[in-house]
């Protein structure tokens, strides 16, 4: 059975996880702890667990002298983390069956549903979370297990790149939509165009004539 601490913590950290992601804590901005405590009516200790789990997770980092800060990324490691992402996610496809294709399509779908059913609720944070599970679903597909677990460790850098590309409104609905779009070129075994959309989708760029994914 959990106790207050630990439903205290959890709630902490989800609070936190959700300012970062909606962008009201920045990159390199500290953990107002103190604040927190007076809001909670806690110690520091549940706050301290909290922040410890976003810091395993990547999200924040533990700085000397007992003060955390949202962790932040450069434009130069947010371009690798794309690069990465997308040979991850373009192999995924380039792995996928019409039969492994068939076990996950429905948890695609309810993924994409549910990521544009946050933004249309003005829940950024939330709708970063639902992105997130559609596009590890798209890499269970592949039914690759070396694949599915990098692609897994490498989650926290992703949610770093989502906020470091800083979409809002019309924009971020744009590219949610496209979601549907790549199911739909799964579907009809258009894995082509699928990586094309894919680097567009990821990068929010146009695809660049001659490059090869």
């Known amino acids: 059975m959990e106790s207050k601490g630990q439903n205290l913590s959890d709630e902490i950290y989800n609070l936190l ?3 970062i992601l909606n962008g009201k804590l920045a990159g390199g901005e500290k953990i107002p ?3 927190l405590a007076r809001e909670f009516g806690v110690s520091r200790t549940p706050i301290r667990e909290a922040v410890r789990r976003l810091s395993e997770y990547g999200l924040v980092s533990i700085k000397p002298r007992c003060y955390a800060e949202v962790t932040s990324i450069s434009e130069k490691e947010a371009k690798d983390i794309a690069r990465v992402r997308i040979n991850l996610e ?3 496809v380039n792995l996928i069956t019409p039969q492994s294709l068939e076990k996950n399509i429905m948890n695609l779908a309810r993924c994409s549903a549910e ?3 946050a933004l249309d609720i003005g829940d950024r944070a939330l709708s970063f979370e639902h992105d997130s599970r559609f596009h590890l679903e798209l890499i269970r597909s592949s039914e690759n297990s070396v694949l599915i677990n990098l692609y897994e460790h490498l989650d926290a850098k992703i949610q770093q790149l989502r906020i ?3 979409l809002y409104g019309i924009a971020l609905k744009d590219y949610t939509i496209q979601h549907e779009q790549i199911i739909r070129y799964l579907r009809e075994g258009k894995k082509e165009e699928c990586r ?3 680097y567009e989708h990821i990068m929010h760029s146009p695809y660049p004539e001659g490059l090869s994914l």
């Open 17 to 19: 996880k959700s300012q």
């Open 33 to 35: 702890e103190e604040t």
């Open 90 to 92: 373009c192999l995924a």
């Open 115 to 117: 990521c544009q059913y």
């Open 164 to 166: 470091n590309q800083n």
């Open 196 to 198: 094309v959309l894919l």
